[in-house]
């Protein structure tokens, strides 16, 4: 048998600026899957995506391995330096497949549902920063030790601080009460003592395929000093209430694949894995 691509459609553009495409598998000229590509630019860079891969017809005869790496040539000749693939928890096949063609799982995508307001704990508050300026020393700070994080997920220098220029990590406005972001530092009830850590919280990121609105835990940090006190549940329990008091319910955040104890504090507060992102460079 003979298995080969086939454009189904014109190629057509991203909202981001990049380039999409979906493609046919055939076996022996006959239908049997479908596959899409998509590239879009960021920060002078292409970053590939497999964003729809399935096999309609004859699974298990490596069909699925030929479409992915069908694929990622067709990224590599529109210029693109790496590809991910977001693969749904539920879909182990899938997962199993982007092992097999060497994928890196890079990030975890965790959300939960919410009903109840958390009390926080007794002796802690929370206040916005008072400077703006002070806000964006913070970022800057902050910036590379994401980027680091980033390198460490499987992205080179170059491609973490492109993405890190071009995604929602990007500066926050220099307005800490600005509509649409969310940033609280945590001190003692008194305000005395502290900052303890600092949550930064978008109530409301995007809506859901359901309409629901979904708020997104952009940034928990504990500062050094305190860590393994609990400040970091502490936060995310302030997040709860953040995204409650904007009439949100449905609260998610990433978190890198090898953050094992941010991973366990989520899923120890009812988190639970909804897509895991694995990356491969081209």
Not at 113 to 142: H, N, Q
Not at 195 to 209: F, T
Not at 221 to 226: G, K, L, M, Q, R
Not at 255 to 263: H, L, R, S, T
Request: hydrophobic fraction near 35%; aromatic fraction near 6%; include cysteine.
């Amino acid at each position: 048998m003979t298995t080969t691509l086939r454009p189904e459609g014109p190629e057509t553009p991203t909202a981001a600026g990049g380039r999409t495409r979906r493609w046919l598998i055939l076996s022996n000229g006959r239908p049997v899957g479908a596959v899409r590509t998509t590239a879009d630019p960021q920060g002078g860079q292409l970053f590939g995506r497999i964003s729809e891969l399935e096999v309609t017809e004859g699974r298990g005869r490596g069909r699925g391995t030929f479409g992915g790496l069908a694929a990622e040539e067709v990224l590599r000749t529109w210029g693109c330096t790496r590809v991910d693939v977001a693969v749904p928890e539920s879909a182990a096949a899938a997962r199993g497949l982007a092992a097999t063609l060497g994928y890196t799982e890079r990030a975890l995508a965790m959300s939960k549902p919410l009903v109840d307001v958390p009390e926080l704990p007794v002796g802690l508050s929370a206040r916005p920063f008072d400077d703006p300026a002070e806000l964006r020393a913070w970022y800057e700070e902050s910036a590379d030790d994401y980027v680091r994080m980033m390198v460490g997920s499987g992205l080179t220098e170059e491609q973490a601080r492109a993405r890190m220029a071009a995604g929602p990590q990007s500066p926050p406005p220099p307005d800490p009460e600005a509509p649409g972001m969310v940033v609280r530092r945590l001190y003692g009830a008194d305000g005395g003592e502290g900052p303890y850590g600092l949550l930064w919280l978008q109530p409301r990121l995007r809506d859901q395929p359901d309409g629901e609105p979904l708020a997104w835990v952009m940034k928990v940090e504990v500062s050094p000093a305190h860590q393994g006190q609990g400040h970091g549940r502490t936060l995310m329990l302030l997040a709860e209430r953040e995204c409650l008091a904007a009439g949100v319910r449905h609260l998610g955040l990433n978190v890198f694949a090898g953050n094992e104890v941010a991973i366990r504090l989520y899923t120890s507060l009812g988190y639970r894995v909804t897509e895991r992102v694995y990356g491969k460079q081209l």
